[in-house]
């Protein structure tokens, strides 16, 4: 999911028309605000600022996750990970 967010705030900076216009510089505003919210904690208690910091947060936090599983089933193999942490929570653990 966080790729396909960066995916789209390339696509409406792209697009031609005052509607995606207007969508990619709603964009620009949260991750700046979200940007701002991160860097100074005192704003976070704005809660549109709270809000955005932590939507990026947990979304840079998806993207990172991905990318260690991806290492791991380079490193390793898909067979060879370790799935008993799942302690059965989904149906394929």
């Known amino acids: 999911m966080p790729l396909l967010l960066l995916l789209m705030l390339v696509a409406s900076a792209i697009a031609a028309g005052?509607?995606?216009?207007?969508?990619?510089?709603?964009?620009?505003?949260f991750y700046v605000s979200a940007t701002f919210g991160m860097l100074s904690p005192s704003t976070k208690k704005f809660k549109p600022i709270g809000i955005a910091s932590t939507f990026?947060?947990?979304n840079a936090a998806a993207?990172?996750?991905f990318y260690n599983l991806l290492q791991d089933v380079k490193r390793y193999?898909?067979?060879?990970?370790?799935?008993?942490?799942?302690?059965?929570?989904l149906p394929a653990c």
């Not at 005052?18 to 505003?29: E, N, T």
């Not at 193999?77 to 929570?89: I, K, P, R, V």
């Open 63 to 65: 993207a990172l996750a």
């Open 18 to 29: 005052p509607f995606y216009r207007a969508i990619f510089w709603f964009q620009v505003l």
């Open 77 to 89: 193999g898909f067979s060879e990970l370790n799935l008993s942490a799942c302690d059965g929570l």
């Open 56 to 58: 990026v947060m947990l």
